[in-house]
C-alpha cells in the first residue's frame, strides 16, 4: 500500500496562494535544505509533532466541495514525497484545481509532477552560485535553477518569487538576478518581503531594507510584464 501523504499543517482558506481561487494550503512535511530565514522549520523535518492524517485532510476537502476552487500543495517541499501524486489525483477527484508551491530541490521529481498541476509557486532562492548562503547546501543553486528550467519548458502557469532578507542581499544582487530570470523568460516576478518574527537562523533577527528600494521597485516593475511586492 502506498504511503499516505505527511501533512504538517492546514490553512483552511487562502486568496492569496492561488492567484485568482479561493484555496486551502496543505503544509508537507520535509525539506531537503535549510534557509536561513525559513519561517516554518517546524517543517523541515521528515517526521513532525503536529501532522494531520490524510483521511483527515480528505475529510476536510469532500466538506468543503462548492465553497474552495483549489488545494495548493506548499511545504516544506511537497516534491520530495513519493504519495504527492497520488494525493493529487485525489484532490483533482474532488473537483479541486491544483497548485504547487515549491523550489523543485529534486529537478526530476519536480518535472514528474508537473503535468498534474495547474500552477505553480515557484521560489528562487538566489543566483546559482549564491544560493548555498541562504539553503546551507551544496549544489542548491544548480538544483533550483535547473527546476526553473523544467517549469518554463513546461507551460504550466506560474509565478516565480524570491524572499528577500537584507542581511543576505543587497539591491545590487537583486537587479543581477532578476536581469538573469527575465533573461531565462520569467514574466511574472514577486518579491516577498521576509517575516522575522520566526527563522531558523534566529541570527537574522532584522532587515532593513536599502535606503533607495522604491527605484529599484520601479526597476523590476519596468523589467517584467508583471511585477509584485509582498510585505
Not at 504527492?84 to 518535472?111: E, M, N, T, W
Not at 516565480?160 to 542581511?167: G, I, Q, S
Not at 529599484?216 to 517584467?224: A, S, V
Amino acid at each position: 500500500m502506498t504511503a499516505a501523504l505527511r501533512v504538517g499543517g492546514l490553512v483552511p482558506l487562502t486568496t492569496l496562494d492561488f492567484p485568482d481561487h479561493l484555496a486551502c494550503v496543505l503544509f508537507c512535511q520535509g525539506c531537503g535544505w535549510r534557509c536561513r530565514y525559513c519561517h516554518n522549520p517546524q517543517l523541515i523535518p521528515a517526521c513532525g509533532s503536529e501532522e494531520k492524517s490524510w483521511a483527515e485532510i480528505l475529510d476536510f476537502l469532500e466538506q468543503r466541495i462548492g465553497l474552495l476552487e483549489a488545494v495548493v500543495f506548499s511545504g516544506g517541499e511537497p516534491t520530495l514525497q513519493t504519495a504527492l501524486p497520488d494525493a493529487i489525483a485525489q484532490v483533482r477527484a474532488l473537483g479541486y484545481k491544483v497548485g504547487l508551491h515549491s523550489a523543485g530541490i529534486k529537478p526530476k521529481l519536480f518535472r514528474q509532477v508537473l503535468p498534474l498541476v495547474d500552477w505553480v509557486g515557484f521560489d528562487i532562492k538566489a543566483l546559482p552560485e549564491q544560493s548555498t548562503l541562504i539553503t546551507g547546501v551544496e549544489g542548491s543553486g544548480k538544483a533550483n535553477w535547473k527546476s526553473l528550467d523544467h517549469l518554463l519548458e513546461s507551460g504550466v502557469e506560474h509565478e516565480c518569487r524570491t524572499t528577500v532578507h537584507w542581511n543576505l542581499f543587497d539591491a545590487g544582487l537583486l537587479w543581477d538576478m532578476a536581469q538573469r530570470l527575465r533573461a531565462r523568460g520569467v514574466e511574472r516576478f514577486v518579491v516577498q518581503c521576509v517575516r522575522t518574527a520566526r527563522m531558523l537562523d534566529a541570527s537574522l533577527a532584522d532587515s532593513t531594507a536599502p535606503y533607495d528600494l522604491q527605484r529599484l521597485w520601479e526597476r523590476l516593475d519596468r523589467l517584467f510584464p508583471s511585477f509584485v511586492v509582498r510585505g
